[in-house]
């Protein structure tokens, strides 16, 4: 199934990443060690892929890479031992394999005793994603280690023109990588990840989810959801109500009392339209859902 034919079935998420350094702009170049960002992701996340590091599929078109880097702890000097690294991507004809038994194009390895990961594949391809909008090129990379937030992001490749007109790429300067040429005709990238406890939401991300909400049920019932400094608000008479992002789609209201807290889930569907649910952890959650 082409990408661009699945994608209007299909639902994006806001889903963490972490980005090895603390990232500024000193003028010419983003420099530093150990911030954590997030992404907005697509929806084509399988658990269960085989653990394997070559994902090469014999008779395939495509140019071959590696992708390899270190899984480091909060500290970002630390390696992590036997963290877990997933892969996927497009082919070179921009198809996810969403359902064979196969997972073509994905694969599961874990980080030796200095923190290192690799896999061999191919290059993915820019897509069609509807709406007038070409993807660029990128692989998907979860991370998960105990004692952290699970990451997952995009890797987006430098040269690709693809990635100036990109919503989400065109801010992510730490995540677009340099594909360097070996000797051999082949190709390497090399991302390096330092693992956190508490994820920030990326600028990009966050500008997504601003915004007038109204009532699944009740149009009449609207929210009205800003930034401040970097967190999520509810406006409220005075001023609002503050959430901080604590992955995997959730916000927590940090003023809630223990064991009373409140979380908001966010949904992005295909077609940019966007929900989120609203309540306390095992109770009926509110849904609002963003108005065009």
Not at 36 to 41: A, M
Not at 89 to 106: I, K, M, P
Not at 172 to 193: F, H, M, P, Q
Not at 278 to 288: A, D, L, P, S, V
Request: glycine content about 8%; overall charge negative; some cysteine.
């Amino acid at each position: 199934m082409k990408r661009r034919q699945f994608i209007s079935a299909a639902a994006l998420s806001v889903t963490a990443m972490s980005s090895f350094g603390f990232i500024r702009f000193d003028g010419e170049k983003y420099v530093g060690d150990c911030a954590t960002t997030s992404d907005i992701l697509g929806p084509f996340y399988r658990p269960g892929s085989p653990v394997r590091s070559n994902l090469h599929i014999p008779g395939e078109k495509g140019e071959k890479v590696e992708l390899s880097g270190k899984i480091l702890h909060q500290d970002c000097t630390t390696p992590y031992k036997n963290a877990k690294v997933e892969l996927w991507h497009c082919d070179a004809e921009e198809v996810y394999d969403n359902s064979s038994a196969d997972f073509r194009y994905r694969g599961t390895v874990m980080t030796d005793n200095e923190g290192n990961y690799a896999f061999q594949t191919i290059l993915p391809v820019p897509y069609d994603a509807g709406g007038g909008l070409i993807r660029p090129a990128h692989f998907h990379l979860m991370v998960t280690a105990e004692g952290y937030q699970s990451l997952v992001t995009q890797l987006y490749f430098k040269g690709d023109k693809q990635v100036a007109t990109d919503p989400w790429a065109a801010r992510s300067t730490d995540r677009v990588l340099e594909v360097k040429k070996l000797a051999d005709g082949s190709n390497k990238v090399i991302y390096n990840v330092g693992m956190a406890a508490t994820l920030a939401v990326e600028s990009a991300s966050l500008k997504k989810l601003v915004g007038e909400y109204q009532h699944e049920e009740d149009p009449e019932r609207t929210i009205e959801l800003f930034d401040y400094e970097n967190d999520l608000w509810i406006k409220n008479e005075v001023f609002g109500n503050k959430f901080s992002y604590r992955g995997n789609n959730v916000f927590e209201s940090p003023s809630s009392p223990e064991g009373l807290e409140v979380y908001m889930k966010f949904e992005i569907t295909s077609s940019e339209s966007i929900k989120f649910s609203i309540g306390r952890e095992g109770n009926k959650q509110t849904t609002f859902i963003k108005k065009s």
